[in-house]
């Protein structure tokens, strides 16, 4: 039997735009409107002021000693990656699936996450040994050239806040990239806050303290990220759907003996897929079986499965295990 044309209708009609908040990695379907132009252009700028900004404050944490700048440089860098994944996603949400890329490029960010937040724990690490060394022998500091680029910073985040904050309103994508850079404000207003103490009290040893708070937001922010972006890679079940009541479930339709050879996986972080084989009761044509897949797929629905895919089999000799372990 063909399983293909046992498929239901897959209501995947739609062009998904999938980005990620790090410190919230949970992202939902929207349609994809007009407008793509003008929202591309506006993450192409904020592109622009945050590589800008980051060039900057990495030349300044050096000429300065600042480590908190550095931190915050490399914080700011994040934003650009933020960005330019966004951007990305914008543009290739635009794309039509063809015969060679079926998916299309569903997988793109999420691989781009994974990398992203890896990235960033590395870094984050590498700050907190840093921080460390200047918690226990602080060094002085230019603090007027921190000041002036956390104040540069907060303006340029500011501004790209600006930029996306109508896209925002009406896609997820853009409003992950709203969130985000609105949060590195405020990481380089404490930036700002340190700057003024170690100008005006002499506190150097504030830097290493604000370089420590960056590189444990860092990690807090990637982790979930990375965990998450590993876990759709390597196709692992969703934690949040209970196989063995799924399975209940669809054992209960009449007609069905046995459903086995279950897979589920996430597609991308929000699209879940399933395929499995079910023993029919009795041989049956066609038109019976899509009633009962019919029902399959709505029990799948109410879960929050996307698409599914069934084998039917009457008689059929093989393992009927639920995870097929061979």
């Known amino acids: ?41 506006n993450l192409f700028w904020s592109v622009v002021l945050n590589l800008a900004i980051t060039i900057a404050q990495l030349a300044g944490g050096i000429i300065s000693g600042s480590m908190a700048l550095l931190s915050d440089a490399l914080h700011n860098f994040s934003d650009v990656l933020t960005l330019i994944i966004s951007y990305i996603a914008n543009r290739l949400a635009q794309k039509k699936y063809t015969t060679r890329h079926t998916f299309g490029y569903q997988r793109a960010e999420i691989l781009a996450a994974f990398i992203n937040s890896s990235t960033l724990i590395g870094i984050a690490v590498f700050l907190s040994v840093e921080a460390f060394e200047r918690l226990l022998n602080p060094h002085p500091i230019q603090s007027l050239v921190v000041i002036w680029l956390a104040v540069a910073s907060i303006v340029v985040n500011g501004a ?30 404490a930036v700002l806050i340190g700057g003024l103490f170690m100008k005006y009290a002499g ?42 009541e ?41 038109s019976n079986f899509e009633k009962q897949l019919e029902q399959i797929q709505n029990i799948a629905h109410e879960l929050g499965i996307s698409h599914v895919t069934i084998q039917p089999e009457f008689s059929v000799n093989d393992n009927k295990e639920l995870i097929n372990t061979h």
């Open 1 to 41: 039997m063909n399983t293909g044309s046992l498929q239901g209708k897959e209501n995947s009609n739609y062009l998904f735009l999938y980005f990620y908040n790090p410190s919230n990695v949970s992202m939902k379907q929207h349609h994809h409107h007009g407008h793509g132009n003008l929202k591309g252009k």
């Open 160 to 189: 790209s806040v600006l930029l996306i904050q109508s896209g925002a309103k009406e896609n997820i994508n853009i409003k992950s990239a709203y969130l985000h850079l609105f949060t590195d404000m405020l990481t380089s207003v």
């Open 203 to 244: 506190l150097y040893w504030i830097d290493g303290l604000i370089t420590l708070l960056i590189a444990i937001y860092l990690i807090y922010s990637s982790w979930g990220l990375f965990r998450e972006s590993v876990n759709i890679i390597m196709l692992f079940s969703p934690t949040d759907i209970d196989i063995r």
């Open 246 to 286: 799924l399975t209940v479930q669809i054992e209960s339709i009449e007609g069905i003996k046995n459903l086995h050879h279950l897979h589920l996986w996430k597609l991308t972080d929000n699209k879940i897929n399933m395929e499995a084989h079910v023993d029919l009761v009795k041989n049956q044509p066609i």
